[in-house]
């Protein structure tokens, strides 16, 4: 299990790579686990300058593991791991780099509302089918994606689900920029090596006036899973979210 989600230090950067190839590296709660705490003990530790989290080939990631999604919606117990995650991504100390290639589903797109670079190839696709599964928006993104978006954006990616190439990503200001998909690691980590080179402090300071107000955005984030818990048990998110589970054994 624990290899789902690799941990590597080259120099001042620390890659968590996301590594779930078959199932498209769709999110388990161990999986968020280890992202957490690899975020919390890289901020913790001065050795560490910047984040870099990265994908396999084709898949950055499917989202949140469904079958998770599915065990909440029928009475289950869901934990604390989601949450966690998601405020030691609004809490995170240091700069955030992603490199995403493929599939860009859900938490594999709002994950990288929290970034300060992103880059994407030219396959990539961005979509989050929240209110298509019944769901409602997370991680902060019903704030976040309005500012980077524009209001008309952010309904088309958070309201409608509409796919966003990488090309229309970067147009969109979603992600800063495109590139081949064997340059994709070489030019994260480049970024990445630039940001580590920084003076810390100075750019500390540049990215906390640059982010805003934490406190809104946690704030924003609770009301969001209320919701989002409340919808996992409703209908509509069960209806499509065992139309999901059951698709493959049907046919
Ligand atoms: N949760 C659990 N399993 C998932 C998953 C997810 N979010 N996304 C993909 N998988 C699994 C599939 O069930 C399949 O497993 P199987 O081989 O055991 O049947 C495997 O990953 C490969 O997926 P598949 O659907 O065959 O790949 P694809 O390339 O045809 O399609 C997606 C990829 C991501 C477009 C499609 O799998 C999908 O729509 N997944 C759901 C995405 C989603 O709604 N995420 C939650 C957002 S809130």
């Keep these: 299990m624990t290899d789902h989600i690799l941990i590597e230090r080259q120099g001042a950067v620390q890659i968590i790579r996301m590594n779930r190839p078959d199932k498209k590296n769709a999110l388990t709660r161990a999986m968020y686990a280890k992202m957490s705490a690899a975020l919390v003990e890289g901020d913790a530790d001065p050795a560490v300058r910047v984040h870099v989290f990265l994908g396999v080939p084709g898949a950055f990631s499917a989202g949140n593991d469904l079958a998770d999604f599915l065990v909440v919606a029928t009475g289950g117990e869901g934990g604390n791991e989601v949450w966690d995650f998601l405020m030691a991504l609004a809490k995170a100390e240091k700069p955030m780099v992603s490199g995403v290639d ?86 994260v980590l480049a970024a990445a090596d630039e940001i580590a080179a920084k003076p810390p402090q100075a750019l500390k300071i540049a990215r906390d006036l640059m982010r ?14 209320e919701h989002f818990h409340e919808r996992l048990k409703s209908d509509e998110a069960r209806a499509a979210l065992t139309a999901f589970m059951t698709r493959k054994k049907a046919s």
């Design 102 to 187: 493929g599939i860009a589903v859900g938490i594999g797109t709002t994950l990288n509302l929290h970034c300060d670079l992103t880059f994407a190839t030219p396959r990539t696709l961005f979509r989050t089918p929240f209110v298509d599964l019944g769901l409602v928006p997370e991680a902060g993104s019903s704030l976040l994606a309005p500012q980077i978006l524009g209001r008309q954006g952010a309904f088309a990616l958070l309201g409608l689900g509409e796919g966003f190439s990488a090309e229309r990503a970067k147009s969109a200001g979603l992600i800063y920029e495109v590139v081949a998909g064997d340059a994709l690691e070489g030019a």
């Design 212 to 225: 805003g107000s934490r406190e809104d955005l946690i704030a924003r984030i609770k009301v969001e899973s």
